[in-house]
Every structure is written in structure tokens, then in C-alpha cells.
């Protein structure tokens, strides 16, 4: 069948994989918890691996455990289209979030193959390694590897909260590859997402057409106290660190709100020590992630939330260490692939709007070195992050399709 301009995806064979693969990690409510570079991570990529190369794509793995699934093009001096993104979960992350445009991708791939439709362009499948930053902060790493952000060394240094370094668990779960992170370059590439956002849903529209990300920033806070004893220590001598973190989780709620609507922050992991029910806690461990679409504002909250430290614990006679440990400057994607979505959409006649990601996406970090933009799908009242994540079979379905027609559209550009 070539040429074609009515590619249809299988909107069955789709969620089927969904499900199948929500199968690898899956928990009682209904999610997924797969975090990275885990033995279910592992699972899953060899899930992955079995099914591209089922297709006759070549598969292979960066130094940071990206994966690459390869479709020849008919003219093998053009740059591979890329589609993809991250196959990692939450601790209680959803069935969708990630998951939907790796495979989302794997079926419009599987779509081209069925039918023998060649490409001008190679098609490029890609799972990115660590997109949540739940195991291994900050979010997007290996995405950040391959576009020159972090080095992979940064990258194998990392320690999860139980001290195990990144690189020796992408060694032992065996996807550390041979090739060298962004050595490969992209003509393009293309992300699936759900919206994770309510705007979609409210609206009533089917594909959110992606304009660009907003800025985050990763805070790690350390406020040190004394230990004592609850019960026989007066409260003038106190040094509670626990008493000065929760005063500064106000103020980060506080100092979003001031910026609001568009900013956001929040602590999202809290360690207290010893955390003895009569021991006055004497060292806390808390994370502030904000996020704004302006820089600038981002830098005016950073400003404030420093100050707010030292206005908060010096009183309290607490001491703290403070770092930025993320900065992922606002993102604008490319205009030419953003035309492509909209024409991919108007194509299937699924409704449409423009939109900015309020979540961190692998698409970010590679909008750096390749012409790169999303497709939004809805997610059930907004909610993400969460074992009851829900995107519809219908909606999944839309996302694909509209994914492919993209990726065709560009193509024949090519030609
Ligand atoms: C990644 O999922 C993020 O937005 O934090
Ligand atoms: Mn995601
Ligand atoms: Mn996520």
C-alpha cells in the first residue's frame, strides 16, 4: 500500500498493550509503580524490545539506557523521525502517564509495517531512561544526557534514597549499551502524552497541541535541630527541625499562591529523623519543586523562598543546607512540527486546542538539538500522578492516530 494518506492505527491492538504492559508493576488500585531501573523496569524493556524487533526494527541502547527502535526510510541520508517517551512510573503512578506514547509509538509503527508503507525518513521508536526523577532526581535525565544538558557521568552518580547509584543499577538490570548518548542525532521528534491537566477534559476537546513546557526548578532543603527528649525538654530550648520544615511548607504554598494562577510549588518528600513519636525531631530532609512559564518569575519565587529560610529557621535556632539541584528553563517547540499536529488532527477530525505543558516531558530537554514538539490526550478530571489515572480507549486511540498522521505529514515533507 503506497503512497497512503489514510493510515489507519488499531485501536484494540493498542490498548491491549496497555494493558498487558500495566500488567509489569501493576498495584491493587489499579496503576503502575515501575520505577526506574528496577527489575520490572527491566521487564518492561524487554517487553519493548521483543515487540520492535518483531518488527524488523533494529534495537538499540545508549550508554544512560535509552532505547532506540529503528524502521529504515527509503532514503538513508535523511535524519530518523523520532517518536517516544518514557516507560517509567511513580511509586503509584498511573496506567497512562509515559506508557501511552511509547506505545502509542510501537502501534503506529506496527501500523507502517502491516502495510508495508515505506518512509522517506528512518522512523524512530525511543524509550527514555528516567523520565519521573522519582528514583533518581532530577526528572528527564537520561532525555538530558542525549541533549547535552547533564553529563552521563552526572547521570551514573545519582543516588536513590537507599544510596544506590544510578550506574550500577542500569549496569545490573543490563541496559547500559555501548552507544554514546546523542551521537545520534534526530530530523524530528514527536511525544504522546496525556495532558495530565484538566483543560482538555473541560473543554471538551480531543488532542491538546503542544506550544512549549514550563520552567521548573528542584530545590533539596536539609534543616538541622537538635534531638531531645519530648517530654523533658522545656520549649524555649527546643530546636525542633521538624517545627521549622512544616512552617516552610507554608510558605512555599504561600509564595505560589502569591503568583498565581500560573505558578505552582510544592514538597512533595518529607524525611524526618529519628521520627520517634518522643523525640523532637532534630533533622529534616524536604523537596520544593516550582514551576512558572516565565523564567523570570521562577527567578523572583527562588528569591523569596530563599529568604524565607533564613527569616524562618534562624529564629527557631535551626540550621540549614539549601540547593537548586534542577533548572529546566521554559520551552518553546518548533512551529513546523507544532503545523504537523494541527494538520494531523484536522486529518482524523478529532476538536483541538492549543496548549503549554505544566509537566516536565523528555520532549523539553530534546527540543535542544531537534525540531521536537507533544501531543496532548486527556486524562480523567485532570488527574496524573495517581493510581486512578484514567485516559479512554477512545482517547488513546485518538493520540496514536494523531501521532502517525504527524509523522506522515513530516515525512512527506521530506519527499
Ligand atoms: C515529570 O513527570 C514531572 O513533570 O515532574
Ligand atoms: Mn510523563
Ligand atoms: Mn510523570
Known amino acids: 500500500m503506497q503512497p497512503s494518506q489514510n493510515l489507519q492505527i488499531d485501536a484494540k ?13 501493576a498495584t491493587p488500585k489499579g496503576g503502575i509503580c515501575r520505577l526506574t531501573l528496577t527489575d520490572l523496569d527491566r521487564q518492561v524493556r524487554d517487553w519493548f524490545k521483543t515487540q520492535c524487533e518483531a518488527l524488523g526494527c533494529s534495537v538499540t541502547v545508549d550508554e544512560v539506557g535509552n532505547m532506540f527502535a529503528r524502521r529504515p526510510g527509503k532514503d538513508p541520508a535523511l535524519l530518523p523521525i523520532a517518536m517516544g517517551s518514557h516507560l517509567d512510573t511513580q511509586p503509584t503512578g498511573g496506567k497512562f502517564d509515559g506508557v501511552l506514547g511509547v506505545l502509542g509509538a510501537l502501534e503506529a509503527m506496527r501500523t507502517l509495517h502491516d502495510l508495508g508503507y515505506e518512509t522517506n525518513a528512518p522512523i524512530e521508536i525511543v524509550n527514555w531512561t528516567n523520565e519521573e526523577g522519582s528514583r533518581y ?12 544538558v547533564f553529563t552521563p557521568e552526572y547521570a551514573y552518580s545519582r ?41 482538555l477534559e473541560a473543554e471538551d476537546r480531543m488532542i491538546g497541541v503542544v506550544q512549549g513546557v514550563q520552567g521548573m526548578r528542584w530545590y533539596e532543603v536539609t534543616v538541622v535541630g537538635q ?45 524526618n529523623r529519628p521520627n520517634s513519636r518522643n523525640v523532637v525531631p532534630g533533622e529534616v530532609f524536604f523537596t520544593v519543586d516550582f514551576r512558572h512559564p516565565d523564567d523570570k518569575v521562577l527567578d523572583a519565587m527562588e528569591t523569596k523562598f530563599r529568604a524565607s529560610l533564613a527569616e524562618i529557621l534562624i529564629p527557631l535556632r535551626l540550621t540549614y543546607q539549601e540547593a537548586r539541584i534542577w533548572d529546566s528553563p521554559a520551552v518553546k517547540f518548533a512551529p513546523e512540527l507544532i503545523d504537523c499536529v494541527r494538520k494531523g488532527a484536522e486529518k482524523s477530525g478529532f476538536t483541538s ?31 496524573s500522578h495517581n493510581e486512578a489515572e484514567s485516559t479512554s480507549f477512545d482517547e488513546c486511540a485518538a493520540g496514536a492516530q494523531v501521532l502517525l498522521n504527524a509523522v506522515l505529514e513530516f515525512d512527506r515533507r521530506l519527499g
Open 13 to 25: 491492538r493498542l490498548w491491549d498493550s496497555l494493558m498487558q504492559t500495566a500488567q509489569i508493576g
Open 137 to 148: 532526581a532530577p526528572a528527564m535525565l537520561a532525555s538530558g544526557v542525549f541533549a547535552g
Open 159 to 199: 543516588l536513590d534514597r537507599d544510596g544506590k547509584r544510578f550506574g550500577d543499577e542500569l549496569d545490573r538490570i543490563g541496559y547500559k549499551g555501548g552507544a554514546k548518548a546523542g551521537a545520534h542525532k534526530f530530523g524530528a521528534m514527536f511525544e504522546l502524552h496525556i495532558e495530565q491537566g484538566p483543560i
Open 227 to 271: 534531638e531531645a527528649h519530648t517530654g523533658a525538654t522545656p520549649m524555649r530550648l527546643r530546636k525542633n527541625a521538624l517545627l521549622g520544615s512544616a512552617r516552610m511548607i507554608e510558605r512555599i504554598d504561600a509564595i505560589a499562591n502569591e503568583h498565581a494562577p500560573d505558578a505552582v510549588g510544592a514538597t512533595g518528600l518529607i524525611e
Open 353 to 383: 486546542r492549543d496548549i503549554i505543558s505544566g509537566a516536565g516531558h523528555d520532549a523539553a530537554y530534546i527540543a535542544r538539538v531537534a525540531p521536537t514538539t507533544m501531543i496532548f490526550v486527556p486524562c480523567l478530571g485532570g488527574i
